[in-house]
């Protein structure tokens, strides 16, 4: 689940935003004072910060630029009509985006998504991505959504598990064992033809009308998804 951390003081837009986000699939805490934000922060992990300017305690630019000392979590600022340069700054202090209050909530569910997905290019999230990619093939794993290009291509839970499991480990050869632990379990019974089945199930949702393989098959070791294939 992806959460977020709205710090905002004003109570009519949190108690706008909260539902809305939730409904959406995200975890939401909130802060009303700037220091109280910038602790949680410090002290809790969250996917994305919504951070509002004009705060008591502590402002957003504040805020923002003694965040960026130690952390490149994704921020957007919530700037009020007339806080242009407030709003110029805040790119400076290294905000991703801004966006101009009031909004419709499709507008800031749609920066958040762009931002989230440009941050998790960056080697820092590596370790907890959200998405994962290869060639033109994102997965998006707080959704378990799988996108080729822009088209979203429906998997079952299992062929999910696998092509997750294969780009997690791209570009290095899998073996049917290891393939079949990992997304099957040690404790399943069944005939390791399942791995390929589940192969051909794949490569056959990935790659109609491609022009590229994803998933190459190594001889007589199991598979690889290779990048400069
Ligand atoms: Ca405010």
Not at 107 to 117: F, G, K, P, T
Not at 163 to 190: H, M
Request: aromatic content about 10%; overall charge negative; hydrophobic content about 40%.
């Amino acid at each position: 689940m992806t959460s977020v951390l709205i710090i905002e003081d004003e109570a009519e837009i949190i108690s706008f935003l909260k539902p809305e986000l939730t409904y959406e699939g995200y975890e939401v805490e909130a802060a009303s004072d700037g220091r109280e934000g910038f602790e949680k922060i410090q002290n809790e992990k969250f996917d994305i910060v919504l951070l509002d300017i004009m705060l008591p305690g502590l402002n957003g630019i504040e805020i923002c630029r003694r965040v960026r000392k130690f952390s490149d979590i994704p921020i957007i600022m919530l700037t009020a009509r007339d806080q242009i340069m407030d709003r110029v700054t805040g790119l400076d202090t290294g905000a991703n985006d801004y966006l101009t209050k009031p909004f419709a909530i499709e507008e800031l569910l749609a920066r958040m998504r762009s931002v989230l997905r440009t941050a998790s290019a960056g080697s820092h999230y590596e370790k907890t991505k959200q998405f994962l990619s290869f060639k033109d093939i994102t997965l998006n794993r707080s959704f378990g959504e799988i996108l080729k290009g822009d088209v979203v291509i429906d998997l079952t839970k299992k062929e999910y598990q696998l092509l997750e499991f294969l780009i997690k480990n791209k570009n290095n050869v899998l073996t049917r064992d290891q393939i079949l632990n990992a997304v099957w379990g040690y404790d399943y019974i069944g005939d390791t033809n399942v791995v390929d089945v589940y192969v051909s199930y794949l490569r056959g949702k990935l790659e109609d009308n491609a022009k590229e393989k994803y998933i190459t098959t190594v001889r007589g070791i199991g598979f690889i998804m290779k990048e400069n294939a």
